[in-house]
Nanobody, 122 residues
């Protein structure tokens, strides 16, 4: 059994900051890639940022220089620091985790968080 729990969303004014957190727990052997995606109602889910087990990062062009993705391997947690937020950043943000389970047997699987709403408005 694997659980992915995310938090940190909310309402913030333009130019403000938020920090999203996502922790994976349960029957986990190892975690590979972790990341964040976002989706606006009626539109396709898009990549925001990812980070590999080795620390390599990838960002969408729209968030480069404003967002920073990090991870804490000891806590199986990934973070997204969002600065200089804009109204167009408003979306539901989803945590994405690729990991290897230990139960019922060793298998590579991907998991999604439940989503957390980020609203940027004055």
């Amino acid at each position: 059994q694997v659980q992915v729990a995310e938090s940190g969303g909310g309402l913030v004014q333009p130019g403000g900051s938020l920090r999203l957190s996502c922790a994976a727990s349960g029957s986990i052997l190892s975690i590979n890639t972790m990341g964040w995606y976002r989706q606006v109602l009626g539109k396709q889910r898009e990549l925001v940022a990812t980070i590999t087990s080795g620390g390599r990062t990838d960002y969408a062009d729209s968030v480069k220089g404003r967002f920073t993705i990090t991870r804490d391997n000891a806590e199986n947690t990934v973070y997204l620091q969002m600065n200089s937020l804009k109204p167009e950043d408003t979306a539901v943000y989803y945590c994405y985790v690729v990991l290897v389970t230990t139960t019922p047997y060793s298998t590579r699987r991907s998991y999604w968080g439940q989503g957390t709403q980020v609203t940027v408005s004055s």
